[in-house]
């Protein structure tokens, strides 16, 4: 299957509809399964870097047992591959609010070289393409060699 990379776009002006439209196939990140699993909310969604990045803030149960939150960010390159690790101040970093996770993802944005980032996904999709199609004509390939099965 052919996967074409579009843009982000804005779909929404609901931020979880946002993001879930966004990343429908490319990261399950967002879905209803998820959100439900980690009690997940989306606090913001947009895109930047002209729809090649899209920038979600999230809050979660801090823990299984804890009724606490814990607030982030996650920076999506075109591919649903997120990016915003390499952005960080510290890696596995939570925020104590929305107001700080937005600003750091405000910080990390302004680090990334979003024309290196699409390069990258492109070579990524590009790459999984190769394989996949690599991989039906080998079996198409065996399937004619054993008579058609």
């Not at 999984?128 to 060699?145: D, K, V």
Request: with cysteine; hydrophobic share 35%; net charge positive.
């Amino acid at each position: 299957m052919v996967t074409i990379v579009e843009k982000f776009k804005e779909h929404s002006y609901n931020p979880k509809r946002n993001a879930q439209a966004n990343l429908r196939g490319r990261s399950y990140f967002v879905s209803d399964d998820t959100l439900r699993f980690f009690n997940g909310r989306v606090l913001n969604s947009y895109h930047a870097a002209e729809g090649r990045l899209f920038v979600l803030v999230h809050s979660q149960k801090a823990g299984f047992d804890d009724y606490a939150r814990e607030f982030d960010f996650r920076i999506f390159a075109l591919d649903g591959q997120t990016i915003d690790d390499k952005y960080r101040e510290e890696k596995y970093e939570k925020f104590k609010n929305g107001t700080a996770a937005r600003k750091a993802a405000r910080k990390a944005l302004e680090q990334i070289d979003a024309t290196h980032e699409t390069d990258q996904a492109v070579q990524r999709v590009a790459h999984s393409q190769e394989f996949e199609l690599r991989q039906i004509t080998n079996h198409w390939l065996h399937c004619q060699r054993r008579g058609g099965e």
